[in-house]
C-alpha cells in the first residue's frame, strides 16, 4: 500500500492507493485514467471533492468495486456512465452535488445497491424512474433537485430524502406500502 499525506496551509488531504482501495479526495483531478479499470479487485473509489469531468468507462469493468464516492465534484460531473449497470458488486453510491440532470437507465441493474445519495444535483422529470427495479435499494437521498412527480420506488426502499424539490403531490398507492 502506497500512503501520501499532503499538507498545505489550505487544507490536508490524503493518498491511499492500494489494489482494493483508492482514496484520493479533496484533491483537483480533473480525469480518472482509463487504466483505472484493470484494478480487477478494487472495493473502495473515492474521488470525492476533485474537479471530475467524466468517469472512463472502464471504471465499469470493476467488478469487485462495492463503493463508489462521487460527491461535491464543482458541478462538473455531469453524468454517470452508460454501463454503470455491470458494477454487480456496488452497493454504495454517493454522487451529491455533482450536476447530474439524468440517469442512465443501466444504473437500474445493478443488483445490490443498497444505498444511493443524488442529493443537491439538477434531477427532473422521469430522472429517478431506473431506480424502481433495484431491488435491494434500501436508502435514496434525493434532496435538492428539481423533480416534479413522486418518483417510483422499490418496495425494499426504507428511508428516502425528497426535501427541497418540486413535488406536486404524494400518490395514494405509494402510502399503501407503508
Known amino acids: 500500500m502506497c500512503i501520501v499525506v499532503v499538507q498545505t496551509a489550505l ?3 490524503e493518498i491511499l492507493i492500494s489494489r482494493r482501495l483508492v482514496q484520493v ?3 483537483r483531478i480533473k480525469k480518472l485514467p482509463v487504466d483505472i479499470g484493470f484494478l480487477r479487485e478494487l472495493k473502495y473509489l473515492n474521488v470525492s471533492c476533485n474537479h471530475i469531468v467524466e468517469l472512463p468507462d472502464s471504471v465499469c469493468d470493476l467488478n469487485q468495486l462495492e463503493s463508489l464516492f462521487l460527491e461535491s ?30 440517469l442512465p437507465r443501466s444504473i437500474g441493474d445493478i443488483p445490490h445497491l443498497k444505498m444511493l445519495d443524488l442529493k443537491g444535483n439538477s434531477l427532473s422529470g422521469g430522472a429517478l424512474a431506473p431506480i424502481e427495479s433495484l431491488h435491494e435499494l434500501h ?21 428516502c430524502q425528497l426535501s427541497y424539490n418540486q413535488i406536486r403531490y404524494v400518490t395514494g398507492s405509494w402510502l399503501r406500502r407503508l
Do not use: M, V, W
Open 139 to 159: 436508502y435514496l437521498d434525493a434532496s435538492i433537485n428539481q423533480i416534479q412527480d413522486f418518483p417510483p420506488l422499490p418496495a425494499s426502499i426504507i428511508t
Open 25 to 27: 479526495s479533496k484533491n
Open 11 to 13: 487544507h490536508k488531504s
Open 73 to 102: 465534484n464543482g458541478r462538473t460531473l455531469n453524468a454517470l456512465p452508460p454501463n454503470i449497470g455491470r458494477l454487480s458488486s456496488l452497493t454504495k453510491l454517493t454522487a451529491a452535488g455533482c450536476g447530474f440532470e439524468t
